[in-house]
């Protein structure tokens, strides 16, 4: 270490360095133990004297979203500000918490006075206490989309992408060698057995291969659906990151195919794109009309060998109802299952008495809720065959 940082080690630089990462933790920056050592490192070579040196420094290695950078440079300016104390004095960050809303729920702010900062020993709890523990996490997964903050959804949208996706499996006409197979395979039984003069002493068989279903998912992004819609793209996103064989489609007034956007590497650029393709976003909702597109326009191509068909929507509807009748019943006859997925289905008051949901109900196969964790939880074992379907109508 240089003459400077072997002299700040007798004060109070470095638990001070400490408080400040964990600070930017709990202001929703994430910082690990390997960035605070290459930023105590870093101090080694930049002139302590220059504070716009030491700041760009920290900028480098603490932040890795553009989004943070305003908050960070806030953040820096407010905790390495001239004190009267060696200690932590109260640090009012009500701006900051302003620029993370959230952030109150998940974390406790915990502010010392001076005379108490300078008994306190380097032992000490820091003056931000991280609280998101087991209940924390338990509350998140059952709040509803709807009411969550942005840093939750943060949060939400990171969970999302673990989530097992395991569609149901279908045979196909490809077979392969088994020993164990349901049909006897006569080349290579010929062949094995040539070794014993065309006698038949070994009978080879095979078996017919399995695959993943299809999954075809169909959301509302209507007016009555915009609190949602966002959380149930970067659900989409999961679900193409995920599996091979998703397509991805939404409507309002008219039916819009988003799949080549999911393909994005970054979840966030693929949102945009995919809100950005669509020129009926928070419109009406005309369900039936976008059925039928789909049904004439690409049922053939993307409904073959019996995919699961999703639609997520809350089934207010300002088109016909003998339409979305007719069309929901055309696409059952399609595909192999065909799963409906409301968000006001969590709420334990919520009863199916639009005319769009009586319309479409009599065709479907499980009707499930999809506002929040735990019902994505569900859905997914639902589609893997882990849990009971849901309500049933037929």
């Given at each position: 270490?240089?003459?400077?940082?072997?002299?700040?080690?007798?004060?109070?630089?470095?638990?001070?360095?400490?408080?400040?990462?964990?600070?930017?933790?709990?202001?929703?920056?994430?910082?690990?133990?390997?960035?605070?050592?290459?930023?105590?490192?870093?101090?080694?070579?930049?002139?302590?004297?220059?504070?716009?040196d030491v700041q760009e420094s920290a900028r480098a290695i603490f932040v890795s979203r553009h989004e943070h950078l305003a908050l960070f440079d806030e953040a820096f300016a407010l905790f390495w500000r001239a004190r009267p104390t060696a200690h932590l004095p109260p640090i009012d960050l009500g701006k900051l918490l302003k620029k993370q809303p959230g952030v109150q729920e998940q974390y406790r702010l915990i502010s010392r006075s001076a005379a108490e900062s300078q008994s306190r020993s380097d032992d000490d709890e820091p003056f931000v206490d991280k609280l998101f523990t087991a209940t924390d996490r338990e509350v998140l997964r059952h709040k509803d989309f709807a009411r969550m903050s942005d840093?939750?959804?943060?949060?939400?949208?990171?969970?999302?992408?673990?989530?097992?996706?395991?569609?149901?499996?279908?045979?196909?006409?490809?077979?392969?060698?088994?020993?164990?197979?349901?049909?006897?395979?006569?080349?290579?039984?010929?062949?094995?057995?040539?070794?014993?003069?065309?006698?038949?002493?070994?009978?080879?068989?095979?078996?017919?291969?399995?695959?993943r279903r299809r999954l075809v998912v169909l959301c509302d992004i209507s007016g009555s659906m915009d609190r949602y819609a966002r959380v149930l793209l970067?659900?989409?996103?999961?679900?193409?990151?995920?599996?091979?064989?998703?397509?991805?489609?939404?409507?309002?007034?008219?039916?819009?195919?988003?799949?080549?956007?999911?393909?994005?590497?970054?979840?966030?650029?693929?949102?945009?794109?995919?809100?950005?393709?669509?020129?009926d976003w928070a419109g009406g909702t005309r369900i039936g009309e976008a059925l039928h597109a789909f049904n004439f326009e690409w049922g053939r191509r993307v409904l073959g060998q019996g995919a699961v068909v999703m639609i997520i929507s809350d089934g207010w509807d300002r088109g016909d109802p003998a339409q979305l009748n007719a069309e929901m019943e055309r696409l059952h006859r399609s595909c192999h299952r065909l799963i409906w997925l409301n968000p006001l289905l969590g709420?334990?008051?919520?009863?199916?008495?639009?005319?769009?949901?009586?319309?479409?109900?009599?065709?479907?196969?499980?009707?499930?809720?999809?506002?929040?964790?735990?019902?994505?939880?569900?859905?997914?074992?639902?589609?893997?065959g882990k849990a009971e379907t849901g309500r049933r109508f037929r």
């Open positions: 270490m240089t003459d400077a940082i072997r002299t700040t080690q007798y004060g109070h630089l470095l638990p001070n360095i400490v408080h400040f990462g964990r600070l930017l933790r709990g202001l929703g920056i994430p910082v690990t133990p390997a960035q605070m050592l290459d930023f105590v490192a870093a101090l080694e070579i930049v002139d302590l004297r220059r504070r716009e840093y939750e959804l943060a949060q939400v949208k990171a969970f999302m992408q673990t989530l097992p996706w395991q569609p149901p499996l279908r045979r196909t006409h490809r077979r392969r060698p088994d020993g164990r197979g349901d049909q006897l395979d006569l080349r290579r039984t010929f062949r094995h057995n040539l070794r014993y003069g065309g006698e038949a002493l070994h009978l080879a068989q095979r078996q017919r291969t399995v695959k970067q659900f989409l996103y999961g679900l193409s990151r995920s599996l091979d064989q998703v397509e991805a489609f939404v409507f309002s007034t008219r039916l819009t195919r988003i799949t080549r956007h999911l393909h994005r590497r970054s979840i966030d650029e693929a949102v945009e794109q995919a809100a950005q393709s669509v020129h709420s334990p008051t919520y009863q199916p008495l639009t005319r769009g949901i009586q319309a479409a109900l009599p065709h479907v196969d499980d009707f499930l809720p999809v506002h929040n964790l735990v019902s994505l939880e569900q859905l997914a074992e639902v589609l893997a």
